[in-house]
């Protein structure tokens, strides 16, 4: 009898157990908790996998681009301004992943572990949030870019924010076109290409070349360089774009000229090339804030110095994406410090009171920033025009992305010097030809757009 | 000695009190947030309060003791389960009522039958019997249900006859291995637990089967104290399902989510993942009664019941359920302590770690922390041959005596103190 009563204390053991469960299990629902109660399977949120109810997005000006009424998502007046937003505000079903619906799912609920989302049940709709983005920029951008696929991207340097992120194709969120799925005309509508892009880069990876020259070459602004057309590599032939005859190293990054610039990095080499586009964020995932970037790649080849020459022109086996490469001119324009690209202005009760802080995602040299603000800036004073961009005090450089089979990328990559105007931009115009056309155009239209609304 | 009992009993009913407030503002949240008053809900609800009450007066008045805590707890447990099926309709609430009655009546019976020791001992052949008989009718006359064939009609009820086995089982369990230790006795136990175990096999009911080979388990070793005997049994136990898995592979396939199930979200894993999204929906405090989502999924009242709690009235409370099993449980080990026979603490020590051992498969299970075996939350869930065997299980432990003998304050206390030796 005592013996079986002594025994009964095995029951403790049970208890421990069932304990450690619930401990367990608590853990769980605090680690996981956001993500389970935002699964698409949540009817609170969804209707069969679309967005219902949940908090309203907003520009930067308060316009108000998605927002939740009668347990309906409701988006932007204008239709114009649906598309050129579709991408940065993102689908109710979240195909478009990187959208504001899809990655912030969690903060537009209003989850957290304390209330669940009983505020949300409440109310119908949960946290708001508000964009940088400007819409009537993107807007503005996304007819700028006319008949062309593509991206524009625009970020203040001094910031971080992003204030127009455009892609294109896109389509209207309230008149889905019925051949959205099977048109070739919108082959990769579901994919935001300001940030899971990459494009063969053409001319502007001249730009990270030239980093690369000034702080591994110390003469390099006194060296001279023979145009002939082409340029013997030794194992083949880099083709220029014109026949520049002797160039100096400002002259060769006005023309553009690819025989200096094959020169140069066969002269670097495949190594120290590599070094300073990894320091420049290369070859690495990358984060703007919350949002993740497809990495850019640069693997210029160790073997064929043919290879190497082209690499550092931004041929080859080169590829950038937008956003980085809009964080690299941050860094050139801001004196070495390259902010993220931010999206977010304004999410939950933190950042209305204390703002978002800024974070770096690219670093460069001070010195080396300066010089290449120079050369830029020369680009557009000796070379392009200040026509071309009036009242901006335009810095930049074009590039020209030849493809195999399909007409050129038109890409430009620069900023505005005025103070009162710290923008940077990067645009790509799909197969619209020299980067002095389209993609120069485009980022004039959105930068005068910003320069007529401030 | 007065003062102090006067002292006990306000103790009791501050508890009770606790308690009736927590279901009056569940029923107004309930009654309130429909259309309509609905009188029926307004009736059921004051009747059930009434209820307690009643019962706690009549038992201080009959017993002259004041010990309820075990009332309290499944009062307290059942309320939240009457509240559940009141969000779904007015029926589903009478019905549940009803069978918290009928639980309650099971109650005092058993505690009536086996406060006598000759007369549970006399009752074991026929408990046992009845037991297989049942079983045997469910395998014949049982329609399958979601799988298992656990289900039984009669008349207008569906009645889960495995659930009165358990009750049974205990009993013969415990009266079996009480005194006459004899092989022949042993041998007939076993086999008893083998028949039953078997035949909710074939029903592929494997969570009540695995909570019957607990709870022998647990038995085995209350009487033998032998933890090689123990570890062979489980041996031979786990060799036994390695073999049945690897002839009836569909066994396996059931439980083929486990830990996977946000790969099978629309399948095998539908209720699990569902639990998941919901319950961590309803944050601490919950979405408030017939707010939630997942009462729409298939067996909410039931098996998912804990999850229906956890989104509506929030974790809070799913925790206090929680945590209300584990005071039975401590309760019951306590209480063994006083028995008067080694009877009633293989009986009470048996039925709560029967019960807490079927929280777990069902509160885990549902979680994906354990393989889903589709078992009821005791007291809780909707259905009345659940209800009936937890109070039933309850009994076994009321009987085994109070645990806490609260020393009379004003003499005891200050006279320990006086020796030094504190409260302990």
């Given at each position: 009898m005592k013996k079986t009563v002594r025994r009964a204390a095995v029951l403790y053991a049970l208890v421990a157990v069932f304990l450690a469960g619930v401990i367990l299990l608590t853990a769980q629902f605090i680690i996981k908790g956001s993500s389970w109660a935002n699964n698409k399977a949540n009817r609170h949120i969804y209707s069969s996998g679309v967005v219902t109810n949940a908090g309203t997005i907003y520009d930067t000006n308060g316009r108000v681009l998605a927002e939740s009424k009668n347990g309906k998502r409701v988006f932007a007046d204008s239709a114009a301004i649906r598309k050129a937003v579709l991408h940065a505000v993102g689908d109710t079903s979240g195909v478009i992943s990187t959208g504001t619906h899809n990655l912030y799912r969690s903060n537009l609920s209003g989850f957290n572990l304390f209330n669940g989302i009983y505020n949300l049940k409440k109310t119908g709709t949960g946290n708001s949030i508000t964009l940088n983005l400007d819409s009537g920029a993107c807007r503005a951008a996304y007819e700028a870019l006319g008949k062309y696929n593509g991206t524009v991207v625009v970020c203040n340097y001094k910031t971080g924010a992003l204030l127009v992120s455009v892609s294109k194709p896109s389509y209207d969120v309230n008149d889905v076109p019925d051949d959205l799925r099977t048109n070739e005309k919108y082959d990769g509508v579901f994919?935001?290409?300001?940030?899971?892009?990459?494009?063969?880069?053409?001319?502007?990876?001249?730009?990270?070349?030239?980093?690369?020259?000034?702080?591994?070459?110390?003469?390099?602004?006194?060296?001279?360089?023979?145009?002939?057309?082409e340029y013997e590599t030794g194992d083949g032939v880099v083709v220029c774009n014109g026949t520049h005859g002797k160039v100096s190293f400002q002259q060769a990054m006005n023309q553009s000229c690819n025989c200096a610039f094959a020169e140069i990095s066969i002269e670097l080499g495949a190594a120290k090339l590599r070094a300073t586009a990894e320091s420049l964020g290369f070859n690495k995932q990358l984060y703007a804030k919350e949002v993740p970037l497809v990495k850019s790649r640069f693997n210029p080849s160790a073997s064929s110095k043919t290879e190497l020459g082209w690499a550092g022109i931004g041929q080859s086996t080169t590829y950038v994406n937008p956003i980085h490469f809009l964080a690299i001119m941050n860094a050139i324009a801001n004196g070495g410090t390259g902010y993220a690209p931010d999206r977010?202005?304004?999410?939950?009760?933190?950042?209305?009171?204390?703002?978002?802080?800024?974070?770096?995602l690219v670093r460069m040299n001070p010195d080396t920033a300066a010089q290449l603000k120079q050369l830029l800036r020369s680009n557009v004073t000796d070379k392009y025009g200040e026509s071309k961009f009036p009242n901006l005090v335009m810095c930049g450089k074009t590039g020209t992305a030849e493809l195999d089979d399909a007409p050129s990328h038109s890409v430009f990559a620069g900023f505005s010097s005025r103070d009162d105007l710290p923008l940077c931009v990067v645009v790509i115009a799909e197969n619209a030809g020299w980067g002095s056309g389209v993609a120069a155009n485009t980022a004039n239209s959105v930068l005068q757009y910003f320069l007529d609304n401030n | 000695m007065a003062e102090a009992k006067k002292e006990n009993r306000f103790r009791q009913s501050t508890v009770l009190f606790l308690i009736s407030v927590f279901q009056v503002i569940c029923a107004a949240e309930v009654i309130l947030s429909q259309k309509e008053i609905n009188y029926n809900l307004v009736i059921i609800f004051c009747g059930y309060i009434a209820l307690e009450w009643l019962y706690m007066l009549f038992?201080?008045?009959?017993?002259?003791?004041?010990?309820?805590?075990?009332?309290?707890?499944?009062?307290?447990?059942?309320?939240?389960?009457?509240?559940?099926?009141?969000?779904?309709?007015?029926?589903?609430?009478?019905?549940?009522?009803?069978?918290?009655?009928?639980?309650?009546?099971?109650?005092?019976?058993?505690?009536?039958?086996?406060?006598?020791?000759?007369?549970?001992?006399?009752?074991?052949?026929?408990?046992?019997?009845?037991?297989?008989?049942?079983?045997?009718?469910?395998?014949?006359?049982?329609?399958?249900?979601?799988?298992?064939?656990?289900?039984?009609?009669?008349?207008?009820?569906?009645?889960?006859?495995?659930?009165?086995?358990?009750v049974a089982f205990v009993l013969v369990g415990a009266v079996s291995l009480d005194k006459l230790l004899s092989n022949a006795n042993l041998a007939r136990y076993i086999a008893f637990s083998a028949v039953c175990i078997g035949a909710l096999f074939i029903m592929r009911d494997f969570g009540t089967a695995l909570i019957f080979f607990f709870t022998f388990i647990l038995i085995a070793y209350l009487r033998s104290g032998d933890i090689r005997t123990i570890v062979l049994i489980c041996t031979v136990a786990l060799m036994g399902a390695m073999l049945i898995i690897y002839f009836k592979p569909y066994v396996a396939n059931r439980f083929a989510a486990y830990r996977h199930v946000w790969e099978y979200m629309d399948?095998?894993?539908?209720?699990?993942?569902?639990?998941?999204?919901?319950?961590?929906?309803?944050?601490?405090?919950?979405?408030?009664?017939?707010?939630g989502k997942l009462r729409d999924v298939f067996a909410a009242s039931t098996d998912l019941v804990f999850g229906v709690i956890c989104e509506e009235m929030g974790i809070i409370t799913g925790v206090a359920v929680a945590a209300s099993f584990a005071f039975i449980v401590v309760y019951a080990i306590r209480a063994a302590k006083g028995a008067k026979s080694s009877f009633y603490v293989i009986a009470s020590v048996a039925a709560a770690g029967m019960l807490l051992f079927q929280l777990m498969l069902n509160i885990f299970g549902i979680t994906d922390l354990l393989p889903l075996t589709g078992v009821t939350l005791p007291f809780v869930s909707r259905g009345g041959s659940s209800l009936i065997c937890s109070w039933g299980l309850l009994a076994y432990i009321r009987a085994a005596g109070a645990p806490f003998k609260l020393p009379s304050p004003d003499v005891d206390m200050s006279r320990a103190a006086k020796r030094g030796g504190g409260a302990a």
């Open positions: 994919l935001d290409k300001a940030c899971s892009g990459i494009y063969t880069p053409g001319s502007i990876m001249k730009i990270v070349t030239a980093v690369c020259a000034i702080e591994n070459i110390p003469d390099i602004y006194s060296r001279t360089f023979e145009c002939e057309g977010i202005k304004q999410m939950g009760a933190i950042t209305e009171f204390m703002g978002r802080m800024p974070e770096t | 038992g201080v008045i009959i017993t002259g003791s004041d010990y309820f805590e075990l009332e309290a707890i499944a009062f307290f447990l059942s309320g939240i389960g009457l509240t559940v099926c009141a969000t779904i309709g007015a029926d589903y609430a009478l019905k549940q009522a009803v069978a918290i009655g009928l639980g309650l009546i099971t109650y005092l019976v058993m505690l009536l039958v086996i406060k006598n020791l000759r007369v549970a001992m006399a009752l074991r052949y026929p408990a046992a019997i009845g037991s297989i008989l049942l079983l045997c009718a469910n395998l014949v006359l049982a329609k399958v249900t979601n799988g298992t064939l656990n289900w039984m009609d009669v008349g207008s009820f569906s009645v889960q006859p495995s659930e009165f086995v358990k399948t095998t894993g539908y209720q699990q993942t569902r639990v998941l999204i919901y319950s961590s929906s309803g944050g601490l405090f919950g979405l408030g009664l017939g707010e």
